[in-house]
């Protein structure tokens, strides 16, 4: 049985003349950080300021480590194909 989630008094709610959904809004305008990216040309310029180079390797270890293993188990496989149809 699903239940219904009741407004409590705490909840702010976001009506225009609310004084902070206008600090909200104001701070949004003025966060270049939380608008989109425009294009790819404007990510990579992005994380390269914030983070510098190594932004755009995040991440590498982890697809590196996959790729070797899945080399290892392919070529392991191969080798014991192999074997078994030559005797």
């Known amino acids: 049985r699903l239940q219904e989630k009741k407004p409590s008094s705490n909840d702010d709610k976001k009506e225009p003349g609310n004084s902070s959904n206008i600090k909200y809004r104001e701070n949004d305008k003025n966060d ?9 040309v404007d990510c990579i310029l ?10 755009m390797y995040k991440g590498m270890n982890a697809k590196l480590l996959q790729t070797v293993l899945t080399a290892a188990f392919t070529f392991l496989t191969y080798e014991q194909i192999l074997s078994a149809v030559q005797k």
Do not use: C, M
């Open 32 to 40: 270049d950080e939380n608008q989109p990216y425009k294009g790819t």
């Open 46 to 55: 992005r994380l390269y300021q914030r983070n510098g180079i190594s932004a």
